[in-house]
């Protein structure tokens, strides 16, 4: 049921604004399709910002996002959403709802408007639920559930949409350790075994150099450097985009990169 | 599956149980009438006194008060799955205030009669309503939060009540003509009234009930709904329409009445769960029976007649500290 073929989505020159503030400018991605793409970089400096233009929630100011050549904004609402799902950050559920009622909303996208319930639409439901190990707690009401669980729950409602893209923002903020190992390696797992485009939001450096693909550090807005874990995550990006020293290892058995901040170089304008 | 069936034989028990206490309804009055001699009234074509009070007093009052819980308690579904406000309400977000105030002032002012032309008022006075409490609401740096939204449904509440009171106060011919309804009171409806203003409600509750799966994607939130595919402009504006006709067609009818908008949505949820595709129908059926409850009540049991627009008060304001109380001990 979780399509096969990779969407391609990609910004030609986007400006985003945010108020009367420029966040984003003249901003050219390509995602890579079927890989995961981390988005790095310091408060402000528009991550989560460009994700949600990539979701078509934050309209852009000029220039044109376009999913598999075609510019987003002439899609309709559902037709993008069978394409592109999105995990905002700090969504809410109303009080009591269960998670087979939440998930059960990813198929909004794949019903029409006074269509009932489909076979297919179960199936996307129960692949989304083994997937994120949710079937036991299926119907537990969201409150009643961890962090951990809450955010999987979450994850299975982007699921049963079945797109071939997905948009996470921030996904393992504020999950312990082993929620966030859990939900990264789902994640890990959707891309090399579904072939799905993921772009993800992350704070935590060495997450990010250990599951993506490829990395994109941002500043003020802009791309500042783009490439696999090891062109990244080196002392010199990370100095100039949050201004801290680091002391970059690498892992002995994989050679991935991962970095202990030592102290602050230079006083960050924008935090 | 099994959930559809439990919910359709929980629908038919509520059902039955609706048209149990309006069967008991007719019995309820200044005079004895027995349950055999009231059902046989309502059927017979005599012009005898029992049947005149069946026919055209009480089943006209009950009917009204089915129609009027119906649509208050759909019109608080859908504010709270909307605005994601627990607390939303038709006559806490100043949507009833706003259209008494309508109705009152085309009566005084306009020498408007007749419930097929106030209704259109009533209308126009809950959308305005509405929307005032929407920008209110809405207004300053932190967007729309729950609590901006309520204090903005009191404040344009408390002030249009307030000059529906002044309108009143000087104009007496209006006040004696509106002065029950003012408190939401189902006294002396007839059916042609009934007849008059139940499509209007009907209408509005066929639409939200056969729209009510777009109701659990708005209840997400924007962000969620818009990245479900929801069209949000269009179905912000659609929900808006349908609590307008639901609470402009109850407040024509009755009066700015309460509380069933809010509590009633949180009696279903409390039983089945917070799905509001499921709530909407039950919440319905639910809404009909506590306000024909509310309104029959007092006369079996005091022989008084209690606008129901405050006995349901006397049930929905402690109910309202309650869930004011518990909301703000979940946040903290």
Redesign the interface.
């Known amino acids: 049921m979780i399509k096969s073929d990779t969407g391609i989505i990609e910004t030609k020159a986007v400006a985003v604004d945010y108020g009367p503030t420029r966040i984003v400018e003249d901003l050219d991605l390509q995602i890579a399709p079927g890989k995961l793409t981390v988005l790095l970089g310091p408060n402000g400096s528009g991550k989560s910002t460009i994700l949600r233009a990539l979701?078509?929630?934050q309209p852009a100011a000029s220039g044109t996002v376009l999913l598999d050549a075609q510019a987003i904004t002439r899609m309709?609402?559902?037709?993008?959403?069978?394409r592109?799902?999105?995990l905002?950050q700090g969504?809410?559920?109303?009080?009591?709802?269960?998670v087979i009622?939440?998930v059960r909303?990813?198929r909004?996208?794949h019903?029409p408007l006074?269509g009932g319930w489909g076979a297919d639409d179960d199936a996307a439901v129960a692949e989304a639920l083994a997937l994120t190990s949710l079937q036991d707690l299926q119907d537990r009401?969201l409150e009643a559930l961890s962090g951990g669980q809450r955010q999987r729950a979450w994850i299975a409602m982007?699921l049963a949409?079945a797109t071939p893209i997905l948009l996470l923002d921030e996904p393992t903020t504020y999950l312990d350790i082993a929620h966030q190992v859990d939900l990264m390696n789902l994640i890990r797992r959707l891309v090399d075994t579904r072939a799905m485009t993921v772009v993800a939001v992350l704070h935590d450096l060495n997450q990010a150099a250990r599951y993506a693909d490829e990395l994109i550090m941002l500043k003020a807005g802009k791309i500042m450097a783009k490439g696999p874990a090891c062109d990244i995550i080196t002392p010199e990006v990370i100095a100039r985009a949050f201004g801290v020293e680091v002391k970059v290892l690498h892992d002995p058995e994989d050679g991935l990169p991962f970095c202990l901040p030592q102290r602050t170089v230079t006083p960050q304008a924008d935090a | 599956m099994t959930g559809n069936r439990q919910d359709a034989l929980g629908l038919l028990l509520l059902s039955a149980g609706l048209l149990t206490l309006l069967v008991w309804g007719l019995t309820v009055g200044t005079s004895d009438i027995s349950l055999a001699d009231a059902w046989h009234a309502l059927w017979s074509d005599t012009d005898q006194r029992e049947e005149i009070v069946v026919q055209d007093v009480r089943l006209p009052r009950l009917l009204a008060a089915i129609v009027v819980g119906a649509a208050l308690a759909a019109a608080g579904t859908i504010m709270?799955?909307v605005t994601?406000n627990?607390m939303a309400d038709p006559g806490l977000l100043g949507v009833n205030a706003g259209a008494s105030f309508a109705v009152v002032l085309a009566i005084a002012l306009g020498g408007v009669s007749g419930a097929q032309n106030l209704v259109w008022f009533a209308f126009l006075g809950a959308g305005g309503a509405a929307a005032l409490v929407y920008l209110l609401g809405g207004a300053g740096r932190s967007g729309t939060t729950p609590v901006k939204l309520i204090l903005a449904g009191v404040v344009v509440a408390s002030f249009l009540g307030a000059l529906t009171m002044s309108i009143l106060v000087v104009d007496m011919q209006t006040f004696d003509e509106v002065r029950l309804w003012t408190a939401g009171s189902l006294k002396g409806r007839d059916m042609q009234g009934v007849l008059l203003l139940a499509p209007y409600a009907g209408v509005s509750l066929i639409g939200a009930i056969?729209l009510r799966?777009q109701f659990?994607?708005l209840?997400?939130?924007s962000?969620?709904a818009?990245?479900?595919?929801?069209?949000q402009p269009l179905w912000l504006a659609i929900s808006a329409l349908l609590v307008v006709g639901l609470a402009g067609s109850a407040v024509a009818l009755a009066g700015p009445i309460g509380f069933v908008g809010l509590v009633v949505p949180h009696l279903v949820?409390?039983s089945i769960?917070?799905?509001?595709a499921r709530i909407l129908p039950f919440a319905c059926l639910v809404g009909a029976g506590l306000t024909l409850l509310a309104d029959t009540l007092p006369r079996a049991i005091f022989a008084r007649d209690v606008p129901v627009g405050i006995s349901l008060a006397a049930i929905g304001a402690p109910f309202f500290i309650w869930l004011a109380r518990r909301e703000r001990a979940?946040r903290t």
């Open positions: 979701a078509r929630l309709s609402t559902k037709e993008f959403a069978r592109v799902g999105l905002a969504a809410t559920a109303p009080e009591g709802l269960r009622d939440l909303q990813g909004y996208p019903r006074f009401p982007t949409q | 709270q799955a994601g627990p056969v799966q659990n994607a209840a997400l939130g962000d969620t818009g990245s479900l595919g929801q069209n949820r409390m769960g917070s799905n509001y979940a």
